[in-house]
């Protein structure tokens, strides 16, 4: 419904849309956790940010795990300030979509979070999720943390030998450090949940392959 660009590769610096210095003016309350969207945050708490192409469906996966404090649908590893959705699907400001998790790390390990993303998409199309392609649905793990980068990096290695059984060629996951992550509009954050598009469109779920990091949470 909206423009989309169909090529695979990402617009250079000159090439992007300028975008704006106004942050996305968003509600504060999570849908479906007793929970703030902007924080502050619990002490200890962590956050970790994945694309897995359509940010409806993998929010849902996050926001179902216990420990997980709360959940927000965003754009990240882009050039373009404070993007619109539009501005991200014209695969003109660089932005994967991805979801925010902040996690409570006493109960929840960020290897547990990553078996649920790597278990729940399939990491090795390129630009594309499924029948969704550009940029934006490109896999993508952005870290806030070294231990964080060693411990994706680490994962994507063990991962990549059952993917390869499978059949299913290279990961092209981009993994790497987290710049600037920005909400995306009200209507995206928590689209799934029940009062909101419970029968919406979603393309994720069990990829057949079992990570042989962290422990299972999803039922």
């Known amino acids: ?23 996305m003016p968003i509600g504060d309350r999570h849908e479906v956790l007793p929970s703030s969207l902007k924080g502050p945050f619990p002490a200890g708490s962590q956050v970790a940010v994945f694309g897995m192409g359509c940010f409806w469906g993998a929010e849902r996966l996050f926001w179902t795990l216990p ?31 991805v979801v925010q998790v902040v996690y409570d790390p006493k109960q929840i390990s960020y290897e547990d979070l990553l078996k649920v993303f790597w278990e729940n998409h399939n990491p090795t199309q390129g630009m594309r999720q499924g029948n969704d392609v550009g940029t934006q649905y490109r896999s993508a ?22 993917v390869a059984r499978a059949g299913k060629g290279e990961i092209s996951t981009e993994i790497a450090p987290l710049g600037e992550y920005y909400f995306a509009e009200d209507y995206h954050q928590q689209y799934l949940a029940p009062t909101k598009n419970p029968m919406g469109y979603c393309n994720h779920g069990p990829n057949g392959m079992t990570c042989p990091v962290g422990v299972a949470k999803i039922a």
């Open 67 to 97: 420990g997980v404090i709360t959940t927000s649908a965003g754009y990240a590893g882009g050039i373009t300030p404070n993007p619109t959705y539009e501005e991200v699907c014209s695969g003109m400001t660089g932005h994967a979509e």
């Open 1 to 23: 419904m909206f423009l989309r660009r169909m090529k695979a590769e990402l617009p250079t610096p000159d090439q992007a849309l300028p975008g704006r210095p106004i942050a």
């Open 141 to 162: 793990i952005y870290t806030t943390t070294d231990e964080q980068l060693a411990t994706a990096q680490a994962s994507r290695d063990a991962f990549a030998p059952i």
